[in-house]
């Protein structure tokens, strides 16, 4: 991913170096360049300006390392290559490093990349998923009451799993889909990885996927709420479910009807917390109800320390990072169904806070992080 972050930068650091292939009569043509090893190009302006484009099915362009042979371009761009990969390492330094956490100007500096990268980030995030259950395996086999640094490893990597999600959550869903067939986990849904890590903020990143996936997902939740045994599996379902008919309007019906012809047979099967799997129903109901367009209630928003036009940090709040999105909000429902409509406004860059100086106020301490890590390890286990 580096590699490819960086081509993007070297480009934008010489994008007059790509001038001399443009054919006689095309000097008001946009130059395009496709990215190697991805279904992405960059388009350069004859003012100099760059757009990434993503591409799909045949692609349009010029091989970049084709031309920086033919066009004599390889020693020029050496040089800046290597620079700009020093350039990418440092910028993707936030995401990837223990103890780090990005502001939404870095988040930024990423995110405009998205159609370059956005593939090889979701690529990333079931990686680091398929990490995080060798951890929980561990974690339910030892049981150790002792803080452990498998524990603090574990808020690392799902925070970083998370940086990745929000990363691709742009890209078309016929794209998402491509890349899950090949990534595909048993039970797998879009939100999981990310809902049963039990903190808001996370699931608000698991709700953003479910999101980009939309309709194309139905089939997996549909399927985990009629057959799931886990409460928390069924929480999952239905918070993804809620997350698409919110974000899908012409969806919104046929879910609701789904989600109350399941509630009405659950009892049907043994669940391991069946209060837990009724107050999700309930919620889950409950905000499928709401007119379109309908806001977080204050009180929810007041509980996770955020404003309605996401003003300040966005969803970035202390709250958000240590809550648990099954606790009951004072409206009665989950705190996470309540939040939903908070979160699906949200751009992804307003899941970080407003500045570096604002990043503080989210450390978790070590105590804090074995609450969280026991929570989601040792709770309605998955």
Same mark, same amino acid.
């Given at each position: ?114 159609? &370059?990268?956005? !593939?090889?980030?979701?690529?990333? =995030?079931? *990686?680091?998923?398929?990490? @995080?259950?060798? #951890?929980?395996?561990? /974690? ?81 939740? &549909?399927?985990? !709420?009629?057959?799931?045994?886990? =409460?928390? *599996?069924?929480?999952?379902? @239905?918070?993804? #479910?809620?997350?698409? /008919? ?97 979160? @699906? ?38």
């Amino acid at each position: 991913m580096a590699d490819t972050l960086a081509i993007g930068l070297a480009i934008e650091m010489e994008p007059t170096a790509w001038e001399s292939i443009r054919m006689p009569g095309e000097s008001a043509r946009p130059v395009v360049l496709k990215i190697p090893d991805v279904p992405a190009a960059i388009e350069i302006y004859p003012s100099g300006r760059l757009r990434p484009l993503r591409q799909h099915g045949v692609s349009v362009g010029e091989e970049i390392d084709k031309l920086m042979t033919s066009a004599g371009l390889l020693s020029r761009l050496h040089n800046v290559r290597a620079k700009s990969r020093d350039i990418a390492f440092d910028l993707l330094a936030p995401f990837t490093l223990s103890g780090r956490f990005p502001s939404r100007t870095e988040f930024q500096s990423i995110f405009r990349w998205a159609p &370059l990268i956005e !593939l090889l980030a979701y690529a990333l =995030a079931t *990686r680091y998923l398929m990490t @995080l259950e060798d #951890l929980r395996e561990r /974690a339910r086999v030892e049981a150790d009451p002792a803080f452990s640094p498998g524990e603090c490893n574990y808020c690392a990597i799902t925070h970083t799993m998370a940086h990745f999600v929000l990363m691709s959550t742009d890209a078309p869903d016929y794209r998402l889909v491509e890349a899950a067939r090949s990534s595909t986990m048993n039970g797998w849904s879009p939100s999981l990885g990310l809902t049963r890590a039990r903190t808001v903020w996370l699931a608000a990143a698991g709700a953003k996927l479910a999101a980009a996936f939309g309709p194309t997902a139905l089939e997996c939740y &549909l399927r985990t !709420l009629a057959t799931a045994r886990h =409460a928390f *599996r069924i929480f999952d379902a @239905l918070f993804g #479910l809620t997350v698409i /008919a919110l974000s899908h309007d012409h969806a919104r019906e046929e879910i609701l009807q789904a989600v109350m012809h399941h509630a009405q047979r659950v009892g049907d099967r043994a669940v391991d917390d069946i209060d837990c799997v009724t107050l999700a129903f309930r919620s889950a109901i409950e905000v499928l109800k709401w007119r379109a367009g309908e806001h977080s209630p204050v009180a929810t928003l007041d509980r996770l320390g955020w404003s309605r036009d996401h003003d300040g940090d966005g969803l970035a709040s202390p709250p958000a990072f240590r809550l648990d999105p099954t606790e009951t909000a004072p409206n009665g429902m989950m705190l996470g169904f309540s939040a939903l409509p908070a979160i @699906l406004r949200a751009s992804a860059a307003q899941h970080y806070p407003r500045s570096k100086a604002r990043v503080y106020r989210l450390k978790l301490g070590e105590t804090e992080m074995l609450q969280i890590a026991r929570r989601a390890w040792l709770h309605h286990s998955t």
